[in-house]
């Protein structure tokens, strides 16, 4: 019993030199990962001139066309 107490305060004292070590880079991909993302900034540019997908033409001019 005595060896898996040394054990687990073993891991405890090298996982906080770790943290130690290390926080600044850990902290940095924590909030990397983890971290709330920053909203898309959306340019809205408008055309010199509508653009329609789909171009209307009336009836009389449809078959004058013909």
Known sequence: MLV???VAVTFV????IY???????LRDWFGNR?????????EETLPDE???SLTY?????DS???
């Open 4 to 6: 898996y107490c040394i």
């Open 34 to 42: 983890f971290g709330r993302d920053s909203d898309a900034k959306i």
């Open 19 to 25: 943290f130690l070590y290390f926080r600044v880079q």
């Open 13 to 16: 004292i090298w996982g906080t």
């Open 50 to 52: 509508p653009r329609m």
């Open 64 to 66: 004058r066309q013909r």
């Open 57 to 61: 033409t009336s009836n009389s001019e």
